[in-house]
């Protein structure tokens, strides 16, 4: 077919159509046609979505719904043979073996049989996949057009399957087959900070330890229907006793990562960095899964150091580097963030992204690639990057973004979140102990991700003093 045919959708008349006449497709099943399909009708049989019951069943894997081969069947006969006017009156199928996830189907549609009295036209109909084995067979019968018709082809806009339940389950994958961890839950009192804690706790990621007012927390968990059974509370007065008790916990071992309820971060942060400081800089990454985004993001810091000073930024880049090791990157790609990309006095950020790049060139920072000063578009787009002339081996695939300030990290961090879908999890890294430090608007999903993020974190800490 030419350029200037696809541009068109021209159809065959009754008259034109001879017996024996035949037109053929072929369609290769990716995961996200399955995806679709059961979500546009519905069937959502564990046969085509769930792995884990498709691996039991009779075809051993996931395989295509059997009416996502026929409807190529009606994309012939709607499209190219007759095509444009063409009317179903009836089908009939046999389905002879199923589809899998890599086949490559040809569909071909001949005429059988004429009917001048009123216009039918019986088809026989037949799939077959790559290896030339039959997959469906059978007849269709149509109303052919009269007329001819032939129209410009309408583009359809890009269809994009979002499964977030499915990003969600490979956040928590960061720490398959770990054992729970003692978490120290401070001021759980609201639907969310409650639920979260017991979610992460039902999916094998944590024990939580509940502190605070004890009633207060009963309250809510009966409000919101929440069982604590097996949950213990150490019962304190308020938020201010429960940061204090909750790193106190830390400190004699009974816990092993912390989790901000419903409190300020500056009410917890005070009594982290008084009982739980080491000698790097405390700071904050956010790791957001967005779906337009080939690999998770790591985004720093957006929550703890408002004005990072130069010195800051070093321990901020050591700290996502050392979580992106845990995580399984072995050179992460670090892209320290600016409004422009090239080195300016009149913009401070581009001048600590120098200073930063160099220091890593002479082994002050080391574990991973730095690049910077990046505009965002530079760091995450490699369309961007080319179209600058960025030779980079970071620009346009970052694994970090080093944010200038705390105001632009969480700007990006909350507009990935809000406007792209992104699933985020937050840590506190730098601490004595990893710390869940997620906003008081934060859902229990998320909550319940940066569990696993700092059930991973608790694991490797263990190793490294093993």
């Known amino acids: 077919m030419t350029p200037a045919a696809t541009q068109y959708i021209e159809n065959c008349t009754f008259d034109e159509i001879q017996v024996g006449d035949c037109a053929r497709i072929a369609r290769t099943l990716r995961p996200e046609d399955i995806h679709l399909f059961a979500a546009m009708s519905g069937d959502v049989n564990p046969t085509h979505v769930d792995v884990e019951f498709a691996r039991s069943s009779q075809f051993r894997e996931v395989v295509g719904h059997s009416m996502w081969g026929s409807t190529l069947i009606s994309t012939v006969l709607g499209t190219e043979f007759p095509g444009p006017g063409t009317v179903y009156v009836s089908q009939g199928l046999n389905f002879w073996r199923p589809i899998t996830i890599g086949d490559t189907v040809t569909i071909t549609v001949t005429c059988r049989e004429k009917f001048d009295h009123n216009s039918h036209i019986i088809f026989d109909c037949l799939a077959v996949n790559q290896d030339g084995l039959k997959v469906i067979d059978g007849t269709a019968e149509v109303l052919a057009p009269s007329e001819k018709i032939k129209r410009p082809r309408m583009h359809l806009p890009d269809v994009r399957i979002n499964d977030r339940?499915?990003?969600?389950?490979?956040?928590?994958?960061?720490?398959?087959?770990?054992s729970p961890i003692p978490i120290a839950v401070v001021h759980p009192c609201d639907r969310e900070s409650l639920a979260g804690p017991i979610q992460a706790a039902q999916a094998g990621l944590v024990v939580p330890i509940l502190?605070?007012?004890?009633?207060?927390?009963?309250a809510t968990a009966e409000q919101n229907d929440l069982d604590l059974k097996g949950f213990r509370?150490?019962?304190?007065?308020?938020?201010?006793?429960a940061a204090e008790a909750a790193v106190a916990l830390c400190r004699d071992g009974s816990a092993e990562a912390l989790m901000k309820g419903s409190l300020h971060t500056d009410e917890l942060m005070t009594e982290v960095i008084r009982g739980l400081r080491t000698g790097r800089?405390?700071?904050?990454?956010?790791?957001?899964?967005?779906?337009?985004?080939?690999?998770?993001?790591?985004?720093?810091?957006?929550?703890?150091?408002?004005?990072?000073t130069l010195e800051d930024k070093v321990d901020i880049i050591k700290n996502a580097i050392e979580l992106a090791h845990m995580l399984g990157l072995e050179q992460p790609k670090v892209a320290i963030l600016s409004a422009v990309e090239t080195v300016t006095s009149k913009i401070r950020s581009t001048i600590d992204a120098a200073a930063l790049c160099?220091?890593?060139?002479?082994?002050?920072?080391?574990g991973a690639l730095l690049d910077g000063p990046l505009a965002f578009d530079n760091a995450v787009s490699l369309v961007a990057a080319k179209t600058k002339g960025i030779?980079?081996?970071?620009?346009?695939?970052?694994?970090?973004?080093?944010?200038?300030?705390?105001?632009?990290?969480?700007?990006?961090?909350?507009?990935?979140?809000?406007?792209?879908?992104?699933?985020m999890a937050g840590v506190v890294l730098g601490a004595r102990v990893p710390i869940v430090l997620t906003s008081r608007a934060d859902?229990?999903?998320?909550?319940?991700?940066?569990?696993?993020?700092?059930?991973?974190?608790?694991?490797?800490?263990?190793?490294?003093?093993?």
């Open 281 to 308: 800089r405390i700071s904050h990454v956010f790791l957001a899964d967005v779906p337009t985004y080939p690999h998770p993001l790591m985004i720093t810091d957006a929550a703890i150091i408002i004005e990072p």
């Open 233 to 241: 509370i150490v019962d304190v007065p308020h938020s201010h006793a």
């Open 358 to 366: 160099k220091m890593a060139d002479r082994g002050q920072i080391q």
């Open 443 to 466: 859902t229990a999903e998320t909550r319940t991700a940066s569990c696993a993020v700092v059930q991973l974190m608790a694991h490797r800490k263990r190793e490294a003093r093993a």
């Open 165 to 178: 339940e499915l990003r969600y389950r490979h956040l928590l994958s960061v720490s398959a087959g770990l």
């Open 211 to 218: 502190v605070g007012p004890e009633a207060k927390i009963r």
């Open 391 to 423: 030779l980079s081996a970071v620009a346009g695939n970052a694994d970090i973004l080093v944010v200038p300030d705390l105001e632009s990290g969480n700007m990006v961090a909350k507009q990935l979140e809000y406007l792209a879908d992104a699933l």
